[in-house]
């Protein structure tokens, strides 16, 4: 078997990949939607919100303004009401109602697919443009979101440069084949939002461990030890063998803060009362 060093990165993804398909068979949009404009209303929606939230609104959204003509002739004000449980809806209900006149008036009352086209439209950025494509029309383009962005990050199919979206996005797209792209963005979305989550990653549940960076790390990290005394500080230092209570904070090569030793300044460190060590992984948000 190769081992995690030597794979290259293309292969891991390609591993990666294969993996994620047997455990989720349809890797495709949670957003509710029945064509291209409801995908982009739901999709501009959904920024800085749960898809779970932004299909709770759609429903009674579509039943008022059905087509790009009727949202046209909508004010801000109209949308507002619909939408208020989302994240910013102001702004969002501004443009809603300036990208539906812009299709009607400018795109022949079509929602354009290509990234130049979409990328007019109020409300819209590299990633929505990138799931509009992918996800409405089956063009290659890959969306890199939060999830993506984490996941990609901690099973290591981005470089540790990658530390913006673009940056993972370009070294997706160099790593996987462009006809995977579509669904290679589900797949690590739906990981995300579910296995590979931001705050507790469920590394027991995942089919991943051998093929991902940040598991190999975790399993790296030092065993708890047995017969540290609490009494004696609240911190156990294994280079100086010594109690402390008061820890210094280092950041360590991959940019991540860790407890370390006030003497010596060891990241060797546990903590005194369950005997875990206090060494962290670094954990990948949008920065
Ligand atoms: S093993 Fe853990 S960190 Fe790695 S992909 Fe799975 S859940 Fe995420």
């Known amino acids: 078997m190769i081992s995690q060093e030597r794979m290259s990165r293309a292969e891991r993804a390609d591993r990666v990949m294969t993996s994620l398909r047997k455990v989720i068979p349809a890797p495709e949009t949670e957003l509710a939607h029945g064509n291209p404009f409801e995908l982009l209303v739901a999709v501009v929606l959904s920024a800085q919100c749960t898809d779970e939230r932004v299909n709770k609104v759609t429903p009674a959204l579509f ?30 209900a501004k443009h809603l109602a300036r990208a539906a006149r812009m299709l009607r008036d400018e795109f022949g009352g079509r929602v354009p697919e290509t990234s ?32 993506v962005f984490r996941v990609a990050n901690r099973i290591g199919l981005v470089t540790e440069r990658a530390t913006t979206v673009e940056k993972v996005e370009k070294e997706l797209k160099r790593t996987l084949q462009e006809h995977t792209w579509g669904d290679a963005h589900h ?30 790390r975790i399993a790296a990290l030092p065993p708890a030890r047995e017969g540290l005394d609490a009494r004696r500080g609240a911190y156990y230092c294994a280079t100086r063998q010594h109690y402390f209570d008061a820890p210094d904070r280092v950041t360590d090569r991959h940019g991540t803060e860790q407890i370390s030793c006030p003497r010596c300044g060891s990241m060797n460190v546990f903590d005194a ?15």
């Open 187 to 216: 797949l690590l979305i739906l990981h995300g939002r579910y296995t590979c989550t931001a705050r507790a990653p469920k590394c027991d549940d995942c089919v991943l461990p051998p093929l991902c960076k940040t598991w190999g």
């Open 273 to 287: 009362r369950s005997g875990a060590t206090t060494k962290r992984v670094k954990d990948y948000r949008i920065g």
């Open 63 to 92: 039943d008022r303004y059905p087509t790009i003509e009727a949202m046209a002739d909508a004010e801000p004000e109209d949308l507002f009401p619909l939408i208020r449980s989302i994240s910013y809806p102001n702004n969002k």
């Open 116 to 147: 130049a086209e979409l990328k007019r439209l109020p409300g819209v950025g590299q990633k929505t443009a990138e799931v509009m494509i992918s996800a409405a029309f089956g063009g290659a383009a890959l969306a890199v979101d939060t999830h």
